[in-house]
């Protein structure tokens, strides 16, 4: 994937691509060759609406130009409530997106690992076709944002922590099943004064194992392997991970937001095969109000929840309803509902 100092704006169409989780929000634009000419990744910060607003504003800032969107996608966990933000031509979930983006970058690759803020995930791809995943959301022993409360409480920059880790000869064990232990554990080697360094670099390894015992358990692991996700950046992590395995990682240039660019593939790919306008609302979307706001369902036992986004004060989706018939608009939910 061509970075945006390689790449020119000659091309008359543009595709977006959102990824919004619960830690980052990633937007990526690609041309008709699938070079990718625009990127940002900021972070969530729990208001995903927001998020995607401001990833807009700084998208289009970095372009410095309004570039001719012929279709947008979204991705990620919040990937419904992103495509009713930007008008999204397509709605697909992160495992298909970072499948995608990572064939267009290597078409022999077999395995993906992609760690990020809040979650772990592992692809499985055989002859170009993804046959099988997992993930993990349950504990965070594992993610990107337990390394960075631990380097938050041993005082090191987060940037510096896989650096640290490279720079021990001595790791020690350290346990890594769960937050709790792995933190409990870290305390106790410091306090019987373990060097720094080699206690961070155990908590490489002891992560790098949790992986592979949960998200990786029962996977046949096959090179070449893709690192990806923002904990790829990390040079410890990435160590941890080759020893266990015994090749080299690929990384990607763009580690970070590929979701963003798979998304941006799918759109174009959808928009090849079902030519017509793009449902993108424009680059206008950070001037635009949003509004979501649920409701419990009461006309059957199932009691579902509605969710509701709003543009501009017109309701303009709905989902959550198991019978489906909330995904009719025009209906008032204030004859249906005990609200």
Not at 257 to 286: D, Q
Request: with cysteine.
């Amino acid at each position: 994937m061509k970075s945006k100092n390689k790449v020119s704006y000659d091309n008359s169409n543009y595709f977006l691509g959102v990824d919004v989780g619960s830690i980052s929000t990633n937007l990526a634009v690609i041309n008709e060759e699938n070079e990718l000419v625009g990127r940002v990744y900021i972070r969530t910060e729990g208001k995903p609406i927001k998020s995607v607003q401001q990833g807009v504003t700084l998208l289009r800032e970095n372009l410095g130009r309004d570039l001719p969107i012929r279709g947008a996608g979204s991705t990620g966990s919040a990937r419904q409530l992103t495509g009713m933000l930007i008008g999204a031509d397509i709605v697909k979930n992160e495992i298909t997106a970072h499948a995608l983006a990572s064939l267009y970058i290597d078409p022999f690759i077999q395995t993906i690992m992609e760690i990020g803020g809040q979650d772990s995930k592992i692809i499985i791809i055989r002859d170009g076709v993804a046959i099988d995943f997992a993930m993990n959301t349950v504990c965070a022993a594992g993610t990107g944002s337990f390394l960075d409360e631990q380097a938050r409480r041993l005082k090191i920059p987060i940037e510096n922590f896989g650096d640290l880790a490279l720079q021990s000869h001595n790791p020690v064990s350290i346990a890594g099943r769960c937050t709790v232990f792995a933190e409990s554990d870290m305390i106790h080697k410091q306090q019987l004064g373990y060097p720094v360094r080699d206690i961070v670099r155990g908590l490489c390894q002891a992560m790098a194992r949790n992986y592979f015992n949960n998200v990786g358990k029962g996977k046949d692991i096959l090179s070449p392997i893709m690192f990806q996700g923002g904990v790829a950046a990390n040079r410890g992590m990435r160590q941890a991970f080759g020893e266990s395995l015994g090749v080299e990682l690929e990384v990607p240039e763009n580690y970070d937001v590929m979701g963003a660019i798979g998304a941006a593939i799918l759109a174009k790919e959808e928009i090849e095969r079902n030519p017509r306008p793009s449902n993108f609302y424009g680059w206008n979307i950070p001037d635009l109000h949003f509004e979501t706001m649920g409701f419990e369902c009461i006309d059957c036992p199932n009691h579902c929840e509605i969710v509701e986004i709003k543009m501009n004060e017109a309701l303009i989706a709905r989902w959550g309803s198991k019978c489906g018939k909330w995904d009719d608009l025009s209906l008032e939910r204030s004859f249906h509902s005990d609200q």
